[in-house]
């Protein structure tokens, strides 16, 4: 009886060695690995450019890979390699191919707004990073790892999402000591505020603007992708001097109440729109909720530009022409 235990404990042994301990297995972890850190990057420039919402990752994610027939493909296909590893490691290798390539589109560096290694990015990345090895770790200890990691390469985007819910509070509060500088900054400098939103053309419109005034009078313009709170607060913080004559703040939203609060503490004395559009249209849910939470820039600046050729928008010159 003690002779049957031994065989069926090396039994076990044997079927179980190729699958968790094999030189396959560990060759296709490193593959799920590299391709989670391809991953990551797509997904962290996603969570910037989202202004780190939580959640918006994988709303994000999943819009992408339900968008066309050739991602749900191959998001179908990571899936099936994860589940197919528990039998068969060699499978993760399907995995790491598609979470590498797709969704098809989504470009690590982007075409309209690349990574911007900010502080809040390095944190989030850390956290992300930290959180990943943990599950690996884990992995590893109960023989498991290809499987996890092929899962955590599929799963970047709720990870991520994680790390930003677990961030959000800690940096909320650290940007309202930054805001609070920066609006005591304004007050004390007292430039010219001239306030771009815009569904496309903010940045270019800035950065015209910036060069049309510097031959005249000392200007600052905010940097790219700085267009939020925390942006916002520190591009006046670490670059608005003392006798800085105009300073172009380039404000985006991604939600009703965004640009109302940026104003609040950031006044303009101009305020801009450039163009309204469908973009970011899955999360407004129609060109007329952009174009009001757009139109906040305008509540509190006396001098309003508005381009007229858009029908909507000469509409709302006539409205703000209207009210004084």
Request: glycine residues 8%; proline residues 5%.
């Amino acid at each position: 009886m003690s002779g049957g235990r031994t065989l069926a404990f090396s039994a076990a042994a044997v079927v179980h060695a190729p699958r968790f301990t094999s030189a396959t297995a560990w060759v296709v972890s490193a593959l799920c690995l590299g391709a989670m850190v391809v991953a990551g990057l797509r997904w962290l420039r996603v969570a910037q450019r989202e202004h780190y919402l939580p959640g918006s990752v994988s709303r994000f994610a999943a819009r992408w890979w339900l968008g066309s027939p050739a991602n749900a493909v191959i998001g179908l296909a990571a899936v099936v390699g994860v589940v197919a590893t528990w039998w068969w490691p060699l499978a993760a290798a399907v995995t790491a191919g598609a979470v590498a390539v797709g969704p098809l589109g989504l470009g690590v560096r982007g075409r309209t707004s690349a990574l911007a290694w900010t502080r809040r990015l390095r944190t989030l990345a850390a956290v992300w990073a930290l959180s990943s090895a943990v599950v690996v770790a884990a992995g590893i200890a109960l023989g498991l790892v290809p499987l996890v990691t092929a899962a955590l390469a599929v799963l970047t985007p709720l990870v991520v999402d994680a790390a930003t819910a677990l961030l959000w509070p800690i940096e909320r509060r650290l940007a309202g000591r930054h805001v609070q500088r920066a609006a005591d900054r304004l007050a004390r400098v007292h430039p010219t505020v001239v306030a771009i939103t815009g569904s496309f053309g903010k940045t270019s419109t800035k950065g015209h603007l910036a060069q049309l005034v510097e031959g005249s009078r000392s200007v600052v313009a905010t940097p790219a992708s700085f267009n939020n709170r925390a942006g916002l607060a520190r591009a006046v913080n670490e670059s608005l001097a003392d006798g800085t004559g105009v300073f172009v703040a380039e404000m985006g939203t991604y939600g009703p109440g965004e640009i109302a609060e940026l104003c609040q503490w950031c006044r303009p004395d101009v305020a801009v729109i450039t163009a309204i559009g469908p973009v970011h249209l899955e999360r407004f849910g129609s060109e007329e909720r952009i174009l009001q939470a757009k139109s906040e820039i305008l509540e509190r600046a006396p001098t309003v530009v508005l381009p007229i050729d858009d029908q909507r928008l000469a509409s709302l010159a006539d409205r703000v022409e209207a009210s004084g």
